[in-house]
C-alpha cells in the first residue's frame, strides 16, 4: 500500500475567510509579525496505487474551482 | 404538481420544504412526499426540492458527499430531462457541488452563521421557479447561513452574468456574507434548475412575517398550466 497525504488550500486569489480570523486572534495573543495566514486540510489515505488519486482529488476531495491541491506520497 | 423533498442524514429544513409544496399546491397532504437519499425512483413525481441542512454534516465541505448519494444520481437524470429542480441553502450547495449549477459557495465573509430576514431582488433568469415573479421585484425571506458566499472564477461568472442565469441577487445593502455581484441564487442554463442561499421554504405562511417565498414553489405548476411567461 502506497500511504499519501493530499494538501488542500484555497485557491490564490479567494479570501480564505478562516485565515482571515485566525490571523485577527493572532495580536491579542502577542504574536506579532505573522501575516497571510491560509488554511486548509490534510487528507491522509492508503491507496493500491496512485493511478486514480487525481481523480479523486479532482471529484471529492478537492473543489477545483476554489481549491488547488497537491498529493504526496510518504514512502515507508 | 407533486414535489419529491430530499431527506438525506443531516438535512433539517425538509419538513418546512414539504409544508410550502403542500400550500403552493392547495393544501393537500399528496402533494409532496420525502425522498430518503438512499431511493433512486422518482417516478410520479414533478418537482424536487434538494432542502437545506449539513447533509452528511457537512464533511470534508458543504454538499461535497451529498452529491454522492443515489438520490442525487436520480436528480441528476430528472434534471436532465428538464424537471425542475430547486436546491435551497445546502441544497445549492449540492447542486453547485453535483455540477448541476454553476459555482461555489465559499464561507462568509465575516466567518459568522447568519440568521436574519433580508431583502432578495429578483434576476432576469429564464426559470419555471420565477414565473410567478417579476425581475427587479424585491422580496423579504430569511437568510440562514455559514457559507453562503457565491464565487465564480471571471470567466463563469461572465458567462453566468451574459447568459442571464442570475435567479436572484441580495438588494443594496443585504449582502450578508461576500457574495460576489451581491448573487443570491443561480439557476442553470436550461433555467429549470434554481438554487438560492437564503429560505424561501420560511416564508409561505403569515405567521412567519413574509409570505414573499411561496411564489417560487408555485412557479413550476404556473409554468405548466401557460401562466405568466
Request: net charge negative; glycine share 12%; hydrophobic share 40%.
Amino acid at each position: 500500500m502506497i500511504q499519501a497525504r493530499v494538501l488542500i488550500r484555497p485557491k490564490e486569489g479567494i479570501l480564505d475567510a478562516q485565515g482571515k480570523a485566525v490571523e485577527g486572534a493572532l495580536p491579542a495573543l502577542g504574536f506579532e509579525g505573522i501575516e497571510h495566514v491560509r488554511v486548509g486540510r490534510i487528507v491522509e489515505l492508503q491507496a493500491e496505487s496512485i493511478d486514480r488519486l487525481e481523480e479523486l482529488c479532482e471529484k471529492l476531495l478537492a473543489n477545483p474551482l476554489i481549491e488547488d491541491y497537491e498529493i504526496e506520497t510518504i514512502t515507508g | 404538481m407533486t414535489w419529491g423533498v430530499l431527506q438525506f442524514p443531516g438535512s433539517c429544513d425538509e419538513r418546512d420544504a414539504l409544508n410550502a409544496c403542500q400550500i403552493a399546491g392547495g393544501g393537500g397532504p399528496d402533494q409532496a412526499r420525502l425522498v430518503w437519499h438512499e431511493e433512486t425512483d422518482l417516478s410520479g413525481l414533478d418537482g424536487i426540492v434538494v432542502p437545506g441542512g449539513f447533509s452528511y454534516g457537512d464533511y470534508l465541505r458543504a454538499g461535497a458527499i451529498a452529491r454522492f448519494s443515489p438520490a442525487m444520481t436520480a436528480v441528476a437524470d430528472f434534471a436532465a430531462a428538464g424537471g425542475p429542480v430547486l436546491g435551497i441553502c445546502n441544497g445549492f450547495q449540492v447542486l453547485c457541488e453535483s455540477g448541476l449549477l454553476p459555482g461555489a459557495l465559499l464561507t462568509n465573509e465575516r466567518t459568522r452563521f447568519i440568521c436574519r430576514q433580508g431583502d432578495l431582488v429578483v434576476g432576469e433568469a429564464d426559470s419555471p421557479f420565477l414565473t410567478g415573479l417579476e425581475a427587479d421585484q424585491t422580496i423579504s425571506i430569511p437568510f440562514k447561513h455559514q457559507s453562503g458566499r457565491f464565487f465564480a472564477p471571471p470567466e463563469l461568472l461572465d458567462r453566468i452574468e451574459s447568459n442571464n442565469q442570475v435567479a436572484f441577487r441580495y438588494a443594496p445593502g443585504h449582502n450578508p456574507n461576500g457574495s460576489v455581484n451581491d448573487i443570491a441564487g443561480v439557476t442553470n442554463e436550461a433555467g429549470n434548475v434554481l438554487g438560492l442561499m437564503p429560505h424561501p421554504e420560511h416564508a409561505v405562511e403569515a405567521f412567519s412575517g413574509s409570505t414573499d417565498g411561496l411564489a417560487i414553489f408555485q412557479g413550476p405548476a404556473l409554468t405548466a398550466t401557460g401562466g405568466a411567461a
